[in-house]
């Protein structure tokens, strides 16, 4: 027990000047609204690609294992490396994932009065973005993302509306990005702003057309007091029409709008806004408090105001690694609410 205590009692130390990479590893109960309960292995990594150079933030990577109750599993690992004095980045993620899953159909109206229904998703996931500085904060570069989901068991397959259970997609695209913020995982304070563009060649893929999607990102961080930020988040997602079902915005999840069952309500586009408070209370120790919308809707020109949902909610953060949290978040909304249990800050 004491070997374990001081194991976590130094865990937020940075050595990553002495290491070659810093990991800590962690294992315990999980939970979010989609997955139920389930137990999780955890390991998060700092390093520095040029430990000569004291000014570039740390790059960071996490590997996660995680298996629930209900026959969830997921595998995968995550990262931002950034190298050459910060002049170059890689931000990526590989994951694998078996997942039992409610579904409602597509579209606000489906998701509020449709009848629950189950499925087995089996999704395969590759993202890699590279992003090269121009000037000061401005970065450009490139994207590359393949995804293979499959979908079994449905037992409303009508929800489908006659689509297939079975998509492979790989998207190429271009990204800018104006960043000026402290640290990936945890900013204290800066402004990030993206716009990603992704299109997705007939040819690399089963979804009988070409394809594109546009993502934008806007957030901002300040310190307001001592240990408390403010982070505010806007992010919206915009797909072609016909886009197949796995391809289409999700909302709900650990990141944005939680609380809700990621998916329940799920159509072509999608924008959320959040505002977080962050307070650190006792050493190691913080909370913080949110609220935010989020809206699904088939196209802008058939944006209804109405269909807006509203979230809220709690958390509480420990430092496992030096200004990395893991994070306790209770969020609330329009009949529903839910626990979520992850690493790193929501955004």
């Given amino acids: 027990m004491r070997r374990i205590i001081r194991y976590?009692?130094?865990?937020?130390?940075?050595?990553?000047?002495?290491?070659?990479?810093d990991f800590s590893f962690a294992g315990g109960p999980s939970y979010s609204k989609n997955t139920s309960l389930g137990i999780g292995l955890l390991a998060a990594g700092l390093y520095r690609v040029d430990r000569t150079d004291s000014v570039t933030v740390p790059s960071d990577?996490?590997?996660?294992?995680?298996?629930?109750?209900t026959g969830y599993y997921a595998v995968g690992v995550s990262g931002n490396t950034l190298f050459d004095r910060g002049n170059q980045?890689?931000?990526?993620?590989?994951?694998?994932?078996?997942?039992?899953?409610?579904?409602?159909?597509?579209?606000?109206?489906?998701?509020?009065?449709?009848?629950?229904?189950?499925?087995?998703?089996?999704?395969?996931?590759?993202?890699?973005?590279y992003?090269?500085?121009?000037?000061?904060?401005?970065?450009?570069?490139?994207?590359?993302?393949?995804?293979?989901?499959?979908?079994?068991?449905?037992?409303?397959?009508?929800?489908?509306?006659?689509?297939?259970?079975?998509y492979t997609a790989t998207g190429i695209g271009a990204i800018v990005e104006f960043d000026s913020r402290d640290f990936i995982p945890n900013p204290y304070r800066g402004v990030y702003v993206s716009l990603k563009e992704q299109f997705f060649p007939k040819g690399l893929g089963n979804c009988g057309k070409s394809l594109w999607r546009t993502t934008f990102t806007a957030d901002y961080y300040?310190?307001?007091?001592?240990g408390g930020i403010l982070a505010t988040d806007l992010y919206a997602i915009f797909n072609s029409e016909g886009t197949p079902w796995p391809m289409l915005a999700?909302?709900?999840?650990?990141?944005?709008?939680?609380?809700?069952?990621?998916g329940r309500y799920t159509d072509n586009d999608m924008i959320t806004f959040q505002m977080e408070l962050r307070q650190r209370i006792w050493r190691r120790?913080?909370?913080?408090v949110w609220g935010g919308a989020g809206n699904v809707f088939p196209s802008i020109e058939r944006f209804d105001w109405s269909h807006t949902l509203p979230n809220y909610g709690?958390?509480?953060?420990?430092?496992?690694?030096?200004?990395?949290n893991v994070r306790i978040d209770y969020g609330m909304g329009k009949n529903t609410s839910g626990f979520m249990l992850n690493i790193n800050e929501a955004f």
């Fill in 89 to 129: 980045r890689v931000f990526y993620t590989l994951m694998f994932s078996s997942a039992p899953t409610s579904f409602w159909g597509i579209g606000y109206d489906a998701g509020r009065y449709n009848p629950e229904s189950t499925f087995s998703e089996k999704r395969y996931t590759i993202e890699a973005n």
């Fill in 314 to 324: 709690v958390g509480l953060r420990w430092e496992f690694k030096k200004q990395v």
């Fill in 285 to 288: 120790i913080g909370c913080t």
């Fill in 61 to 69: 990577v996490s590997l996660f294992v995680n298996a629930s109750i």
């Fill in 131 to 166: 992003l090269h500085r121009v000037v000061s904060k401005l970065y450009v570069g490139g994207v590359f993302s393949f995804d293979y989901v499959r979908g079994l068991k449905f037992t409303q397959p009508a929800y489908l509306n006659g689509e297939k259970e079975r």
């Fill in 222 to 226: 300040q310190r307001l007091w001592k």
């Fill in 8 to 21: 976590f009692g130094n865990s937020n130390v940075d050595r990553t000047f002495e290491k070659k990479i």
């Fill in 250 to 262: 999700r909302m709900g999840g650990s990141q944005r709008m939680r609380g809700y069952y990621q």
